[in-house]
């Protein structure tokens, strides 16, 4: 099975060699074939998603990714930006279905910003629609009649686009605790009621699956007054970025949260959530953790090796438990140290 490989920027590369560590101590038998996204492929070559990174990604079977994100590419016009990259992959593979789960380790409760009894009860799943939403709907500048500039960003979905996700989200929930809950802002937005209407009849098909929904604004008041309500979150582009990265904050770092963007095959793209955090680049203060957890993911579900995606996930709770702390989890270790101590128990 191939893997892409695309490290990206900032922190990219040094979280990047430690999931490929941990990959290459499994001696699963994968091949890899690495390629240039972002800032680094701007530079290299004069765009941040060059055709023989997507070559490579559309050959692949699954593609492990590490971040993109450049502060010198911060003037680029928009389409030549690094986070290009990223959006350009989700567009050209139709790679929808976005699954962030947060869990606590029991280890990092501690480190949560919510109270310990709260954060413990965390164990949930974002799955966000990538490929709709004000991110690919119609942009622009423009004057108003009254001379002003104003900029524009159309939020729509039709209702094909929300069915798809729909089943995604209830399909995850299925062999979770069967609980669905479907966050839009519908007694405003057209797009939201749309979305509920649509979300409403999906459920038609899966009777097992308690179905609920609630209000964007709602829903983040809720992941900070009781996260351990919720099973699985289903919601747009837009909400579900937002919502995504309160979660990782709300079970201690964004260091710690992986992440899978499938298309409807099950082939993904992995990756953690937290960015390219170029201020720390090259420092060696990186946690690799969520990178190593989105390569468990990946082999679950694109590659088909779950006992080994069990394996990596024990060895980063055992590792946690022997008392690894990179710097954002208020510890010492260095990137390296901290996969050091994940193959120690590998």
């Not at 530079?43 to 492990?64: F, M, S, W």
């Not at 963007?261 to 793209?269: Q, R, V, Y």
Request: hydrophobic share 45%.
């Amino acid at each position: 099975m191939l893997v892409a490989v695309f490290a990206g920027d900032g922190i990219g590369p040094e979280i990047m060699a430690q999931a490929r560590r941990v990959l290459d101590a499994l001696d699963l038998g994968l091949r890899f074939e690495e390629g240039l996204v972002g800032g680094a492929a701007y530079k290299a070559v004069g765009h941040p998603l060059p055709p023989e990174t997507l070559d490579v990604a559309r050959r692949a079977d699954a593609i492990l990714f590490g971040a993109v994100g450049d502060f010198d590419c911060d003037n680029l016009e928009r389409h030549l930006r690094p986070e290009q990259a990223i959006l350009g992959l989700r567009k050209e593979l139709t790679l929808f279905s976005n699954l962030r789960p947060a869990k606590v380790f029991p280890q990092l409760a501690g480190a949560s910003a919510l109270k310990e009894e709260v954060a413990s009860a965390i164990d949930l799943l974002i799955v966000r629609e990538l490929n709709g939403d004000v991110y690919f709907g119609e942009k622009g500048m423009r004057k108003t009649a009254e001379g002003l500039r104003e900029g524009y960003d159309v939020m729509s979905y039709n209702e094909a686009e929300v069915r798809r996700i729909a089943h995604s989200a209830f399909k995850a929930a299925q062999v979770r605790r069967g609980k669905l809950c479907s966050v839009d802002k519908a007694n405003v937005l057209e797009t939201s009621q749309l979305w509920r209407d649509v979300v409403i009849e999906v459920s038609a098909d899966y009777p097992d699956v308690q179905l609920s929904h609630m209000y964007v604004d709602n829903a983040a008041m809720q992941l900070v007054r009781n996260p351990g309500q919720f099973d699985v979150i289903v919601t747009g582009n837009l909400f579900g970025d937002i919502l995504s990265d309160q979660a990782s904050m709300c079970v201690g770092s964004i260091g710690m949260l992986a992440s899978a963007s499938l298309d409807a095959n099950g082939k993904g793209l992995y990756e953690p959530i937290h960015g390219s955090a170029p201020d720390i680049a090259g420092k060696a203060l990186a946690n690799p953790l969520a990178t190593i957890l989105s390569a468990a993911m990946m082999l679950r579900y694109s590659l088909g090796i779950p006992q080994a995606a069990d394996r990596i996930e024990a060895a980063v709770a055992k590792a946690l438990e022997g008392g690894a702390r990179s710097a954002d989890l208020g510890g010492t270790m260095t990137t390296q140290q901290m996969g050091d101590a994940v193959l120690a128990v590998l």
